[in-house]
């Protein structure tokens, strides 16, 4: 029952966008002329192996700000984007600027908050929010886990800021066939959710339910290629992603919570038609080493209750899934 009225809410929302935004278009529509600002609404939709499903209609303005003539400055520019986010467990809203003051250079800045609920599927229990905690006192052996939460007993927030370095080769050696393209990006995190107190732990979108309040550290490395005269595919590119728990909870170091994790990305992006594109990703990520088969709460195991191993290191890399997100640009 829960789960048809969740997809009953997810396509009115799509119906709700598909008959307001192309409307708000026509209304804007000489904007760009006028002001200088660009405007663009888009539709998306993500799906993964894990299984995971997100839907997602983005508002964004780029403005011109301190352009110059020369080839540095020519596209300096401003961008707000503006984001709802649903799942079948949570819904947010998030906001971001990107302020691009020189050709290989962004600084970013940005925020979210949200909510969700919980699900029970098939029998399996999906989270969207709530305090993780153990059932029972330590006796040895790791603990099984419960999630106290109810369907908007919070609001999960983050903020971040971070300074992106992009460079294109074509823009030093002209040419279709020059486009090697290389971005890396560094940002550092606060997120919250408003239950937790002291130094709960909480879960948030059928996550590993490790979250602290306090600071994390994120970063994204990506060389890629965009393809000259392809009438489909559009870019291939390697990503590896990083992130890093800053909370420094005592006797966090047994179980690995500064512990670096990392994604590595095969991408590929497609170009269907001008409005309609997509990307599919292949993962791998890192998970840590435990010295036996349960893989990071995979079965709700309470994860301070476990160790780290000494052998083979502290971390093993393993498949993660694969992803695609589609994107329909309304205007």
């Not at 800021?161 to 040419?175: E, H, I, R, W, Y």
């Not at 919250?192 to 602290?212: C, K, L, T």
């Not at 476990?306 to 890399?317: A, I, Q, W, Y």
């Amino acid at each position: 029952m829960v789960r048809g009225k969740s997809v009953l809410l997810v396509f009115s929302v799509i119906a709700g966008m598909l008959v307001f935004a192309p409307a708000a278009a026509g209304a804007e529509e000489g904007t760009p002329r006028e002001t200088g600002v660009a405007a663009s609404t888009e539709l998306g939709v993500q799906i993964s192996t894990m299984p995971e499903l997100k839907l997602l209609a983005a508002q964004s303005f780029t403005l011109p700000f301190l352009r110059g003539s020369g080839p540095l400055s020519a596209g300096n520019n401003l961008k707000a984007a503006f984001t709802v986010e649903l799942s079948p467990v949570s819904i947010n809203g998030r906001g971001e600027l990107t302020w691009t003051p020189i050709a290989f250079l962004q600084a970013v800045a940005g925020g979210m908050a949200g909510s969700g609920w919980n699900i029970d599927l098939l029998g399996m229990n999906i989270y969207g929010i709530g305090i993780n905690e153990p059932v029972g006192e330590p006796a040895g052996e790791p603990r099984q886990t419960e999630v106290r939460g109810s369907a908007f007993d919070g609001v999960v927030w983050r903020l971040w800021g971070g300074v992106a370095l992009q460079f294109d080769l074509a823009a030093l050696v002209p040419g279709d066939w020059n486009h090697i393209l290389f971005r890396a990006y560094n940002e550092g995190r606060y997120g919250a959710y408003s239950r937790a107190r002291g130094e709960e732990s909480w879960i948030f979108e059928n996550d590993a339910g490790e979250n602290r309040n306090g600071w994390s550290w994120y970063a994204s490395y990506v060389i890629g290629y965009q393809m000259p005269r392809s009438p489909v595919l559009d870019t291939i590119a390697f990503m590896a992603e990083m992130e890093k728990n800053l909370y420094n909870t005592p006797g966090g170091d047994r179980w690995g919570e500064g512990l670096t994790r990392w994604i590595f990305s095969s991408l590929f992006n497609f170009r269907i038609t001008p409005r309609f594109s997509a990307t599919v990703a292949v993962q791998m990520r890192t998970l840590r080493n435990y010295g036996y088969s349960d893989l990071e709460n995979e079965n709700r195991v309470w994860y301070q209750d476990l160790e780290l191993s000494g052998d083979n290191g502290k971390r093993r890399l393993l498949f993660y899934r694969a992803a695609a997100v589609l994107t329909y640009k309304l205007r």
